[in-house]
């Protein structure tokens, strides 16, 4: 089972930027696709962007443009850049790693955009 470490979140205001940070006990790293979900109040968990362990993403079209995902498999960690970010976009953030089709979930870190 993977161990992921959420960081990074806090409150910000609208047009600010933030940048989240997850760590991962995965001695396979690497092979694994990774991603950030979030969770607003009274709304269903959903996927914010993905990247495959070839480098490939995928952003949803609400965050296009503004968020940046990344990972440096040496530090076992993947990266996501917010910026532009806007008070819809407040929510708890969470890393996930998939492989084989077994997720794996942090706890979260909670983003808060002010207006």
């Known amino acids: 089972q993977v161990q992921l470490v959420e960081s990074g979140g806090g409150l910000v205001q609208a047009g600010g930027s933030l940048r989240l940070s997850c760590a991962a006990s995965a001695s396979i790293f690497s092979t694994y696709a990774m991603g950030w979900y979030r969770q607003a109040p009274g709304k269903q968990r959903e996927l914010v962007v993905s990247?495959?362990?070839?480098?490939?993403?995928n952003y949803a079209d609400s965050v296009k443009g503004r968020f940046t995902i990344s990972r440096v498999n040496a530090k076992k960690t993947v990266y996501l850049q917010m910026n532009s970010l806007k008070p819809e976009d407040t929510a708890v953030y969470y890393c996930?790693?998939?492989?084989?089709?077994?997720?794996?979930w942090g706890k979260g870190t909670l983003v808060t955009v002010s207006s």
């Open positions: 996930a790693a998939s492989h084989g089709g077994v997720y794996n």
């Open positions: 990247i495959t362990s070839g480098g490939s993403t």
